[in-house]
């Protein structure tokens, strides 16, 4: 994929030949003609809805140059499907975008299940048989493509009528062709009468049908038919019994962990900022990324996607939240390397993975000119596991805002963002929102994570993947210890 792009970079055609030859193109955006040359395919994105039926011009230019249906927002793709159907392309299925899901409901992933086997066993045919598009139906609002290839033809057809279709749809010239209705799997009685043969199935919203020469051997697409009958009977799931398109709600985050009593009481408690509790709405501002955020408690359910989809892009969303803070105690900068150290030496702590943990020492021992400094490279669980020996926990949050207002330049920031207890988990995607920001700023793209100091009524949604991939040169963590109730 060539993300954001819609044409292959000058030369790497080329360079990538060199090395693989015919490795697949497919930028995201729509290619020239010419580009079609370098590649293979290309995403038919957010492409206008097509009057009845559209023809893809870079597909019927060269059929060879798959162009896969895309709208990733969508809660139907019956369009989607159409569109691919009728063009004998394809889908590109994207339900976890960038941590939402939104996924495929039942009837579309049945419709898809009945459509890729006949894609792939006529692969051939659908890249370089011939095709005609818009061909002529017997039923108004019914649309058919054919495609043909040696003595073999294919009809994909889509019935907008709103019902099962039981009259003939098609008519034919009789060249002697035995048909099949691909859809359910079983053969189509042809009425043959003065040279012309008709066409009559139960054509559902969609269907496939088959046309086998006289000599043509019908024994090879068995196991194509048996698949199809196998999946026509099976009957699409009531939404309230499809776990695939279950998501559990993130208004909320997961509990903070539980502090520990620490022999002696916390570690360093005596230098930690003191903030005292009490109810107060906190309102965070941010640019709106393609993984969105999550809802603010008290939004109707019906009203969460607002929150939680990617678009528009660079949209500022605004979250108002009121809580009740306990008092507690805060450290008044991140916690450093050498802080670190002591941990790792005093408890011999290793991670479940150890991929790029404390990946900017160099080694078991952290260098002098590093000590003073944010540790970076640490996971969530890292941090957790160091606020547990420390007989603290991460700070929440709201306890970083709430410390950041009201102790301004005491509370220092902005060096490194910072892991805090806002965990959420959909059932399909886990993550964090980070506090601070950090002094490095890639430049170039705003589609970057957000970089340098951040407002302190700001936040960034962090995906968790795995420890080696969660830790990072440019996110560290604070401590909060809470003085009780």
Request: charged content about 25%.
């Given at each position: 994929?060539?993300?954001?792009?819609?044409?292959?970079?000058?030369?790497?055609?080329?360079?990538?030949?060199?090395?693989?030859?015919?490795?697949?193109?497919?930028?995201?955006?729509?290619?020239?003609?010419?580009?079609?040359?370098?590649?293979?395919?290309?995403?038919?994105?957010?492409?206008?809805?097509?009057?009845?039926?559209?023809?893809l011009h870079l597909k019927w230019i060269e059929p060879r140059h798959m162009q896969h249906q895309i709208?990733?927002?969508?809660?139907?793709?019956?369009?989607?499907?159409?569109?691919?159907?009728?063009?004998?392309?394809?889908?590109?299925?994207?339900?976890?975008?960038?941590?939402?899901?939104?996924?495929?409901?039942?009837?579309?992933?049945?419709?898809?299940?009945?459509?890729?086997?006949?894609?792939?066993?006529?692969?051939?045919?659908?890249?370089?048989?011939?095709?005609?598009?818009?061909?002529?139906?017997?039923?108004?609002?019914?649309?058919?493509?054919?495609?043909?290839?040696?003595?073999?033809?294919?009809?994909?057809?889509?019935?907008?009528?709103?019902?099962?279709?039981?009259?003939?749809?098609?008519?034919?010239?009789?060249?002697?062709?035995?048909?099949?209705?691909?859809?359910?799997?079983?053969?189509?009685?042809?009425?043959?009468?003065?040279?012309?043969?008709?066409?009559?199935?139960?054509?559902?919203?969609?269907?496939?049908?088959?046309?086998?020469g006289p000599k043509g051997d019908v024994a090879s697409y068995a196991v194509l038919m048996a698949k199809?009958?196998?999946?026509?009977?099976?009957?699409?799931?009531?939404?309230?019994?499809?776990?695939?398109?279950?998501?559990?709600?993130?208004?909320?985050?997961?509990?903070?962990?539980?502090?520990?009593?620490?022999?002696?009481?916390?570690?360093?408690?005596?230098?930690?900022?003191?903030?005292?509790?009490?109810?107060?709405?906190?309102?965070?501002?941010?640019?709106?990324?393609?993984?969105?955020?999550?809802?603010?408690?008290?939004?109707?359910?019906?009203?969460?996607?607002?929150?939680?989809?990617?678009?528009?892009?660079?949209?500022?969303?605004?979250?108002?939240?009121?809580?009740?803070?306990?008092?507690?105690?805060?450290?008044?900068?991140?916690?450093?390397?050498?802080?670190?150290e002591a941990f790792v030496s005093a408890t011999q702590y290793a991670p479940r993975c150890r991929d790029?943990?404390?990946?900017?020492?160099?080694?078991?021992?952290?260098?002098?000119?590093?000590?003073?400094?944010?540790?970076?490279?640490?996971?969530?669980?890292?941090?957790?596991?160091?606020?547990?020996?420390?007989?603290?926990?991460?700070?929440?949050?709201?306890?970083?805002?709430?410390?950041?207002?009201?102790?301004?330049?005491?509370?220092?920031?902005?060096?490194?963002?910072?892991?805090?207890?806002?965990?959420?988990?959909?059932?399909?995607?886990?993550?964090?929102?980070?506090?601070?920001?950090?002094?490095?700023?890639?430049?170039?793209?705003?589609?970057?994570?957000?970089?340098?100091?951040?407002?302190?009524?700001?936040?960034?949604?962090?995906?968790?993947?795995?420890?080696?991939?969660?830790?990072?040169?440019?996110?560290?963590?604070?401590?909060?210890?809470?003085?009780?109730?």
């Amino acid at each position: 994929f060539l993300d954001t792009m819609a044409a292959a970079p000058a030369g790497l055609r080329r360079a990538v030949d060199a090395v693989r030859p015919g490795v697949a193109f497919e930028p995201e955006g729509h290619p020239t003609i010419d580009e079609t040359e370098h590649c293979t395919g290309s995403w038919a994105q957010w492409l206008q809805p097509f009057p009845g039926i559209g023809v893809l011009h870079l597909k019927w230019i060269e059929p060879r140059h798959m162009q896969h249906q895309i709208r990733r927002w969508d809660k139907s793709h019956q369009d989607e499907l159409a569109a691919a159907w009728l063009n004998g392309s394809g889908i590109l299925v994207w339900e976890n975008i960038f941590g939402y899901w939104n996924p495929w409901n039942a009837e579309d992933r049945a419709v898809l299940r009945r459509m890729v086997p006949v894609w792939r066993h006529f692969a051939t045919t659908f890249a370089q048989g011939q095709w005609r598009p818009c061909f002529p139906t017997r039923a108004d609002r019914v649309y058919a493509s054919c495609w043909q290839a040696g003595d073999v033809r294919l009809w994909t057809l889509w019935n907008q009528t709103g019902r099962t279709l039981t009259e003939s749809a098609l008519e034919l010239e009789d060249t002697g062709e035995r048909f099949f209705d691909l859809w359910q799997g079983v053969p189509i009685e042809a009425k043959r009468a003065e040279g012309k043969v008709r066409l009559a199935w139960p054509l559902e919203r969609f269907g496939a049908v088959l046309a086998v020469g006289p000599k043509g051997d019908v024994a090879s697409y068995a196991v194509l038919m048996a698949k199809q009958r196998e999946a026509a009977a099976w009957s699409p799931l009531r939404a309230e019994d499809d776990r695939h398109a279950r998501a559990l709600p993130v208004v909320e985050p997961k509990p903070p962990q539980v502090v520990r009593p620490r022999p002696g009481g916390a570690l360093g408690a005596a230098e930690m900022l003191k903030v005292e509790g009490g109810r107060g709405t906190f309102v965070v501002r941010h640019m709106r990324r393609e993984c969105g955020c999550y809802p603010d408690p008290e939004t109707p359910q019906p009203q969460w996607d607002r929150f939680l989809i990617g678009t528009p892009h660079e949209q500022v969303m605004e979250h108002r939240v009121t809580v009740t803070l306990a008092p507690y105690r805060i450290d008044p900068r991140p916690i450093t390397n050498a802080q670190f150290e002591a941990f790792v030496s005093a408890t011999q702590y290793a991670p479940r993975c150890r991929d790029k943990f404390l990946h900017h020492w160099g080694g078991p021992v952290c260098p002098v000119e590093l000590r003073d400094k944010p540790v970076v490279y640490v996971d969530l669980d890292d941090a957790r596991a160091y606020a547990a020996w420390a007989g603290k926990r991460l700070a929440t949050e709201w306890e970083w805002q709430q410390a950041a207002q009201r102790h301004g330049a005491a509370f220092d920031r902005a060096d490194v963002f910072e892991w805090t207890e806002s965990q959420r988990d959909d059932g399909h995607t886990r993550f964090v929102l980070l506090r601070g920001g950090c002094r490095y700023q890639a430049a170039g793209s705003i589609w970057y994570f957000p970089g340098g100091p951040q407002p302190v009524e700001s936040h960034a949604k962090f995906i968790l993947m795995d420890s080696g991939l969660d830790r990072s040169a440019t996110i560290g963590f604070r401590c909060v210890w809470p003085e009780g109730p």
